[in-house]
Structures are given as C-alpha cells and as structure tokens.
C-alpha cells in the first residue's frame, strides 16, 4: 500500500525557515516522481515544487523560486521541502504527492497523497 506521510509544518515569523517532510511507504522514489502542493483557505491547490523519480532533476513554481529547496534521501525514502524566507502568502496546508510525472502546473499526474500538514507564516 502507497502512503505518504507530511511533518514539520508549524507556525514561523516572516522571513522564518521550516522544513518538511514527505515520508513515503510501499514504494521507491525510483518509482515515481514527488511533488509539493499547497493549499490556502479560500483558493485552489497549487504546485509548489516537484523532484523526478529517475535523475532528481527538481522545478519550482516561481512564487518559491530562490526560497524553496526541494531534495530527496532515498535511503529514507524521504523528499524534504526546505522553506526559507516564509512569508505570510506561503500560509497554507502543504501536501506532497507521487505521480507518474515532475509537473507543478497540475495535480494531474499524482496518484497518492499525504493528509498535509499545516504551515503558518505570522507578519
């Protein structure tokens, strides 16, 4: 069975740093490609960041670009999304997800997800 599991949200100050972690089960990151998404109340999903399954070749929305690391230990089968510099936009609830495909202009290609987990960026 297919789980991924988020931790590390919580609440941070402006220009704050969280990292967070996407635990997966019942497969490899050989498999299939990881993908982070958020959600904030009020609006849609979007893509924040995404790794690829077969060479870690990694994306970024633009909106987290330079802010956002995305990196993966595969002997842990873990994909961490490192956030520095939070601001109050990035409050939302972050989900990661593994799809067929690295895209973070669409939640299309991703199969599984994770429950989330909350991030709050205070002013």
């Known amino acids: 069975e297919v789980q991924l599991v988020e931790s590390g949200g919580g609440l941070v100050q402006a220009g704050g740093s969280l990292r967070l972690s996407c635990a997966a089960s019942?497969?490899?990151?050989?498999?299939?490609?990881i993908g982070w998404f958020r959600q904030a109340p009020g609006k849609e999903r979007e893509g924040v960041s995404c790794i690829r399954s077969s060479d870690d070749i990694t994306y970024y929305a633009d909106s987290v670009k330079g802010r956002f690391t995305i990196s993966s230990d595969n002997a842990k089968n873990t994909v961490y999304l490192q956030m520095n510099n939070l601001r109050p936009e990035d409050t939302a609830v972050y989900y990661c997800?593994?799809?067929?495909?690295?895209?973070?202009?669409?939640?299309?290609?991703?199969?599984?997800w994770g429950q989330g987990t909350q991030v709050t960026v205070s002013s």
């Open positions: 997800a593994a799809g067929i495909l690295c895209v973070v202009v669409s939640d299309g290609p991703y199969d599984y």
């Open positions: 019942g497969f490899t990151r050989d498999d299939y490609a």
